[in-house]
């Protein structure tokens, strides 16, 4: 999701609205048909409800990304009309555009905030110049995704939406040789989740005084998934998908479902 590049091959070329319009509607005809001539297919209809959904998806895009509707107290609370930083402005809208998503009932939405937020200018992997780089990043991310959280519970959106901030590793707690940055961590790090099923105001697992390693309650990946795959209202141990001729699960065969951070 971009709020700089339009979203490519939205419009029919040389197909006026109407004519689209009455495509679809007899498309849609043919397709009912195909499944009365076919019934029980499940994997038939399974299909024509896919297109369908895709192609409503595809019309809504406009409008969803219209950010001219949104009052200007929105777009200053998230940032959105920063002009000395435009990298920031340009993350803002597309915090904006994930919650208007969400009002529309889209299920799913993933942001990225990175080496594209910035400009392609840095990234979050601190190797080099872990300070320089990270108050950077942090200048373009913390307002617009603290409004993005707000403005959910505010809808009453955070009810129903579950939250999950995440990254692939940490960072170690001391300097890597030669620079002023860190290498990765991947024994002791942080992930959270707020909005739906989630505690409130819980921090569970503990890492060693350097910061290095866990040392409490610890939790291999595997239990974060089954954590989220539970409050999706999917029971990861029966949810397997086949790899090598094998059925595995997302979770392997250790995660288990961190019930402490739970409501």
């Not at 999701?1 to 609205?17: E, F, I, N, Y």
């Not at 195909?34 to 809504?60: C, F, T, V, W």
């Not at 005084?209 to 040392?215: N, P, T």
Request: net charge neutral; aromatic share 6%; hydrophobic share 40%.
């Amino acid at each position: 999701m971009s709020s700089k590049d339009p979203v490519r091959h939205l419009s029919a070329p040389g197909v006026s609205t109407a004519e689209d319009r009455a495509a679809r509607t007899l498309l849609q005809r043919m397709n009912a048909r195909h499944l009365e001539m076919n019934p029980g297919d499940g994997k038939l209809a399974a299909r024509i409800a896919s297109y369908e959904l895709a192609a409503r998806m595809q019309l809504s895009v406009p409008e969803i990304n219209d950010l001219s509707t949104e009052p200007a107290h929105i777009l200053k609370s998230y940032g959105a009309d920063d002009t000395l930083n435009p990298d920031k402005a340009a993350f803002a809208k597309n915090c904006i555009l994930a919650r208007r998503l969400i009002e529309r009932g889209v299920r799913f939405v993933q942001l990225f905030n990175g080496a594209y937020a910035s400009g392609g200018k840095l990234n979050w992997d601190g190797h080099n110049e872990l300070k320089e780089q990270y108050d950077i990043h942090a200048a373009i991310m913390d307002q617009p995704a603290a409004a993005l959280i707000r403005d959910l519970r505010q809808r009453g959106l955070l009810e129903e939406t579950l939250v999950v901030w995440c990254t692939e590793f940490g960072r170690m707690p001391f300097f890597q040789k030669g620079s002023f940055g860190r290498d990765h961590n991947p024994d002791g790090f942080t992930c959270w989740m707020t909005g739906a099923g989630i505690k409130p105001g819980v921090s569970h697992g503990v890492t060693d005084d350097l910061g290095q390693k866990a040392v409490q309650d610890i939790h291999p990946l595997y239990d974060f998934n089954a954590t989220i795959l539970h409050l999706l209202g999917l029971d990861h141990e029966r949810l397997t998908f086949e790899h090598n001729g094998v059925q595995r699960r997302l979770t392997n065969v250790e995660g288990h479902v961190i019930r402490q951070v739970l409501a």
